[in-house]
């Protein structure tokens, strides 16, 4: 326990969670890249349609598990919460090397969907805890960094299934994940702002009564309601980019998978880099100087996604879609960095996890609505229109947060 107590254990914690970010979207995204070599195989897979309904089924899943891993989290050790989810995914993405058909894929990707989605409010709760005031944003900032970092390096799927094979592709990054789990239960430690509720209230009426009160004070204020719609729209578009950009890429640019793969996914993920930090240290100045500061600094980087959204939809050449994909991921990481700093600004530490939750449930369907919806765009030969379009309800989203969201604090404590 000594390592917790030194100075700079929040950044270490910081660091050892961004290396479950980078696994949590690594093993995620790679499937979205190796459709050309997993559907010679799997036959399923030969239509964009059935493959759209695989890259959804984790997402209707992961986005039903959302609420009920935050109250979770809430209630429970989070470090080993935050190591039993990475290692389930892990055994699941291990295990995706051995499937056969298209149903044992819709399996495990509806397990991955329940493992992956009991981190991301755990992890950022965890986080928030251990960095509080002026360096939250930032914090929050490096840690989304991972996510890109997995994003990007989900994108090789394709060249190691190219030289390989998709199979040695999914063992690879499961055995990996494995060996990390072990590593966080020597180095991860639990820090909590409030006391766990005692055993002896932890009956099941005593939990439903908890749970309802949970979800009574967030839905029961207007503002959480906001936050929920400024974070689900935007959703839209950014799930659209992380399972389809790298399709638009091969059909734009006339390029094979194993090229277009790597190439969207590095761009979108170095200026996802590149925003998050900027918009990590921009905010966490910004709240010093006044209240909305950080409100500000999330509309900055969603208002830069509207112009990159008719880049990438419209582009005909490399250079458009290129700059648009380059905007979006500056604008999105941003954005992207406020959204969990945002939330303490009106929900106490005792519900912020569950709080997460929620978000992440409806910025989730919203992924899942769109992801199927572009698989039959596709097909149609639609996709770059329609991934235009999405740029209409951010706007919506955009004016909703500035007109409405008035934080009284900083950082709220009870």
Not at 152 to 157: D, E, P, Q, R, T
Not at 247 to 254: G, M, W
Not at 349 to 374: D, K
Request: glycine share 12%; hydrophobic share 55%.
């Amino acid at each position: 326990m000594e390592l917790k107590k030194k100075s700079w254990y929040p950044w270490m914690v910081v660091g050892l969670l961004w290396g479950v970010a980078l696994l949590n979207y690594m093993d995620r995204q790679m499937l979205s890249t190796m459709k050309p070599a997993m559907m010679i195989d799997i036959s399923e897979l030969q239509t964009a349609e059935n493959f759209g309904r695989l890259l959804a089924i984790f997402l209707w899943i992961y986005g039903l598990m959302s609420p009920m891993a935050g109250l979770i989290a809430d209630r429970v050790n989070r470090k080993w919460l935050i190591i039993a989810s990475l290692g389930v995914w892990s055994s699941v993405t291990l295990a995706m090397g051995y499937a056969s058909s298209f149903n044992q894929l819709m399996v495990l990707r509806a397990i991955m969907g329940i493992s992956e989605a009991l981190y991301i409010p755990a992890g950022l709760a965890l986080i928030a805890d251990y960095h509080r005031g002026n360096t939250r944003s930032l914090a929050v900032g490096i840690h989304m960094t991972g996510l890109y970092a997995g994003q990007a390096l989900g994108g090789f799927g394709a060249t190691v299934a190219s030289a390989w094979s998709w199979q040695t592709a999914f063992h690879t990054f499961g055995l990996i994940g494995i060996v990390y789990s072990l590593i966080l239960a020597l180095l991860l430690f639990e820090q909590r702002e409030h006391a766990l509720p005692r055993p002896e209230k932890a009956g099941s009426m005593g939990i439903f009564r908890s749970v309802k009160h949970s979800l009574g004070m967030l839905l029961g204020t207007i503002s959480f309601w906001i936050i929920l719609f400024y974070f689900a729209v935007p959703s839209f578009p950014g799930w659209a980019i992380k399972n389809w950009l790298p399709t638009l890429f091969s059909q734009t640019l006339a390029i094979d998978m194993s090229v277009a793969g790597p190439l969207s996914t590095i761009t979108i993920a170095v200026s996802s880099f590149i925003g998050v930090i900027a918009g990590g240290i921009i905010a966490d100045r910004w709240i010093m100087k006044n209240l909305r500061g950080r409100i500000y600094t999330g509309a900055i980087g969603l208002s830069l996604t509207i112009p990159a959204l008719f880049l990438i939809g419209f582009g005909g050449g490399l250079i458009s879609v290129l700059s648009g994909g380059i905007l979006f991921g500056i604008g999105f990481g941003m954005f992207d960095s406020n959204n969990m700093p945002i939330l303490c600004q009106f929900v106490s530490p005792r519900r912020r996890a569950a709080g997460y939750g929620l978000m992440n449930m409806t910025g989730v369907f919203a992924g899942a609505l769109i992801t199927e919806w572009l698989g039959k765009s596709t097909d149609a030969g639609n996709l770059g229109r329609d991934m235009a379009l999405l740029a209409i309800p951010v706007m919506a989203a955009l004016i909703l947060l500035l007109a409405f969201l008035k934080p009284r604090t900083a950082d709220m404590t009870e």
